[in-house]
């Protein structure tokens, strides 16, 4: 099979609260908005080499309305479409998205919205203050400390991590680079894939509720670990608390720092974490008492990090539905859920 994909290039996400959301993209995150077009604003990265990599859409509770990755040519798209109606999906194609125009968009198995795409406008500041003295950035450096040079990856949430893994590696070509199975139990918790020589560019979480398409977070990237620090030290003191970290993961080695935007919704932030150029890689498989979460072992990972979005049973829900097993395993400090 043709190398399908070639990476994450959006994330489109819903917000009640649109203005809200993006104020604190741009304020806190340091995120520069580009155009709104029918009530959704788009948002990139100073680092983005393309016109946008987050869309904040209007909508009742925080969600993916789509993730979307770009394919490695003209030909790789009508490859991956035709691909995926073979494996019984229909899914649509949409000729006017935003500064991308044709794309493929299809619902996958487990409810989660994906977009395939191959054009694209390109985003290169040459000219006035935003311009860079590196030819090769697309855009000067954020000047809000911390702000992250580019979007990294999505986590989703879903019934059957493996049979996920299974499904995006034998239908679009994601590697499957490795596993978390629970210590006490033989139940597959967490997954990472990617689409090219980062550890991932999906992850999927295992969800215990029966709603499906849900998103447990997406990541941004910043060049250093010291930048991370930066962020966290600069979004605490103005009053948006740290869910989990600074810490390291064992499964993809990142520095990470999770944290909510106005909407509830988790944002990560990483940095650093290997490169595997491996074409034939074997997944390992992880026990989260080798830290595939937090590789330091020397802290609870929190509960609130099983929360996925939207809620389990609807915008009052209390229960997100997380099994008995997952939630013993948590409470142990050294037998954590690994997320990437």
């Known amino acids: ?64 309305a789509t993730a979307a990755w770009r394919t490695t040519s003209a030909e790789a798209l009508e490859e991956a479409a035709k691909r995926v109606q073979a494996a019984g999906i229909e899914g649509e194609w949409l000729d006017d998205v ?24 390109r985003h290169h500041d040459t000219e006035g203050e935003a311009a860079s003295s590196y030819p090769d950035r697309p855009s000067r450096r954020s000047k809000v400390a911390g702000a992250p040079r580019q979007l990294d990856h999505v986590t989703i949430a879903c019934s059957d991590v493996d049979a996920f893994a299974a499904w995006y590696n034998e239908v679009l070509g994601f ?11 033989p139940i597959s918790v967490f997954s990472v894939l990617t689409t090219n020589e980062k550890s991932h560019d999906l992850g999927v979480v295992l969800d215990g509720s029966s709603r ?29 608390p740290i869910e989990y970290g600074p810490s390291i993961h064992g499964i993809g080695e990142q520095n990470f720092l999770y944290y909510r935007e106005p909407s509830s919704l988790r944002i990560e932030l990483n940095t650093g974490g290997y490169r595997n150029y491996v074409p034939d890689w074997t997944p390992n498989t992880w026990k989260p008492s080798q830290g595939s979460n937090n590789m330091y072992r020397n802290s609870v990972m929190p509960m609130s990090m099983t929360e996925s979005f939207p809620p389990a049973d609807g915008p009052s829900a209390t229960e997100e539905g997380v099994p008995e097993e997952i939630k013993e395993a948590l409470l142990n400090p050294y037998a954590q859920q690994g997320q990437g």
């Open 1 to 64: 099979m043709i190398k399908l994909l070639s990476h994450l290039s959006y994330v489109a996400i819903t917000s009640p609260d649109v203005e809200a959301s993006v104020e604190f993209y741009k304020n806190q995150v340091g995120l520069i908005e580009v155009d709104r077009v029918d009530g959704a604003v788009y948002l990139r990265c100073w680092g983005d080499y393309y016109a946008y990599s987050v869309v904040v859409i209007p909508g009742d509770e925080p969600s993916l």
């Open 175 to 185: 590697r499957i680079m490795a596993r978390t199975v629970l210590d006490e139990a």
């Open 98 to 121: 935003p500064h991308i125009g044709r794309a493929f968009r299809f619902t996958g198995p487990w409810g989660h919205s994906l977009t395939l795409h191959w054009d694209v406008t």
């Open 212 to 240: 499906a398409g849900r998103i447990n977070h997406y990541a941004f990237w910043v060049d250093t670990r010291e930048e991370l620090l930066i962020a966290a030290d600069i979004l605490g003191e103005n009053g948006y």
